[in-house]
């Protein structure tokens, strides 16, 4: 019975395309009377890649830190897949459940090759399979090349991270996050400081990926936002203040006023 208990818990449901994956619902956060989030509420599809934007402030980071149980909420509710509160639920086994965050600064190991960057990043015991096996499993090779392959750096598996472009370490972060096989990847500020054609390389992997995923993108960067968004979520003191696409956020006059002075 307690066994049934804790696997319907952790139970995120069928995902299919479209179907509800993040449900954040009247969430308030305050740091010592200021509210960081004030009664935010918003929902991601599996297969959406949402952009969410805001001014410095807004909320943004407080936001993934309640969904990646870094920060926990004065009051509202995070739900994952159909039914897992994840507000019940400590950081390790929100990542395990299916939850990645990519953070701004990338931090991949510099003396090891991509391929071994993407192997150490695998989600299960490698060690373990290496020593009964000693060698990778077919499947796990399949998953890293697969991998390589959606972020470009196929061509490079055998060269140091230490020496690949700011980019190419950025992407290579991806694929270290896709190798967890998350649900739900949460990515902050994927492009600053690329260059124009890193910028355009990262609109592909992260629309690629959010194929068979969901992607939150928080950018500051709005030609980015313009190039890959399809639905944008505006923060603004802790609640969401538009949603919608691109053309219909700029001429919301919400955002107008807010962001234009209008
Ligand atoms: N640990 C904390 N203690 C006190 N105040 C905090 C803390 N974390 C965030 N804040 C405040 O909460 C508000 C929201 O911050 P948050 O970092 O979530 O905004 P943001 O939208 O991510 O901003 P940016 O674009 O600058 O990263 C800010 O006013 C910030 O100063």
Not at 61 to 75: A, E, H, L
Not at 115 to 125: H, I, R, S, T, V
Not at 235 to 252: C, F, K, P, T, Y
């Amino acid at each position: 019975m307690e066994r049934l208990k804790r696997e319907n818990e952790t139970d995120i449901g069928d995902l299919k395309i479209g179907s509800r994956i993040l449900l954040v619902d009247g969430v308030s956060v305050s740091f010592d009377g200021f509210k960081a989030l004030n009664n935010l509420s918003f929902s991601i599809n599996y297969g959406e890649l949402r952009c969410i934007i805001g001014a410095n402030g807004a909320g943004k980071s407080t936001m993934m830190d309640v969904v990646t149980g870094k920060t926990r909420p004065d009051s509202g509710s995070v739900i994952f897949g159909h039914s897992v509160d994840l507000l019940t639920m400590d950081e390790p086994s929100i990542a395990q459940i299916g939850v990645g965050r990519k953070f701004q600064k990338p931090t991949v190991f510099q003396n090891h090759t991509v391929f071994e960057n993407l192997e150490l990043a695998m989600k299960d015991d490698k060690r373990f399979f290496k020593t009964l096996f000693s060698k990778l499993r077919s499947e796990q090779k399949d998953k890293i090349e697969e991998t390589m392959k959606l972020i470009g750096l196929k061509e490079l598996y055998n060269m140091e991270a230490g020496i690949l472009s700011h980019g190419q370490k950025q992407w290579l972060e991806i694929g270290m996050l896709i190798m967890q096989e998350p649900k739900l990847l949460l990515v902050d500020e994927p492009v600053a400081g690329m260059t124009p054609q890193e910028v355009e390389k990262t609109a592909e992997i992260l629309t690629n990926l959010a194929k068979e995923n969901a992607v939150v993108v928080v950018e500051h960067d709005m030609e980015f936002i313009r190039s890959i968004a399809k639905k944008v979520t505006v923060l603004h003191e802790g609640s969401v203040l538009a949603e919608g696409n691109m053309d219909a956020i700029q001429n919301n006059e919400k955002v107008r006023k807010v962001y234009l002075g209008e």
